[in-house]
Nanobody
Framework: QVQLVESGGGLVQAGGSLRLSCAAS????????MGWFRQAPGKEREFVAG????????YYADFVKGRFTISRDNAKNTVYLQMNSLKPEDTAVYYC????????????????WGQGTQVTVSS
């Protein structure tokens, strides 16, 4: 069992930056692939970024490439999402998720989810 708690969301102006964190419980965090997803009001949840268990492989949605960076610190049981050059369309609730496959791929199966953190980007 893995419990995930996101933090770091908030209100920021367009062009600004935020860093989201996702702290995981459990002693096997390093075995899991991790992903960040988001869901805007009235829209389906969508993949944002993913990272393999070792951090060696990363995946990004096209709409965040060059702006967002995913990273992880297995010693701290934490995965991060650095978000730069934020746009109003990035406004959403952001969720982290853990995949027992270890891969963190966009279409992978994710077994555990956090409760989300709100990101609001004003124009």
């Amino acid at each position: 069992q893995v419990q995930l708690v996101e933090s770091g969301g908030g209100l920021v102006q367009a062009g600004g930056s935020l860093r989201l964190s996702c702290a995981a419980s459990g002693r096997t965090f390093g075995d899991y692939g991790m992903g960040w997803f988001r869901q805007a009001p009235g829209k389906e949840r969508e993949f944002v970024a993913g990272i393999s268990w070792s951090g060696g492989v990363k995946y990004y949605a096209d709409f965040v490439k060059g702006r967002f960076t995913i990273s992880r610190d297995n010693a701290k049981n934490t995965v991060y999402l650095q978000m730069n050059s934020l746009k109003p369309e990035d406004t959403a609730v952001y969720y982290c998720a853990a995949s027992m496959t270890g891969r963190g791929t966009p279409s992978g199966d994710y077994d555990y989810w956090g409760q989300g953190t709100q990101v609001t980007v004003s124009s």
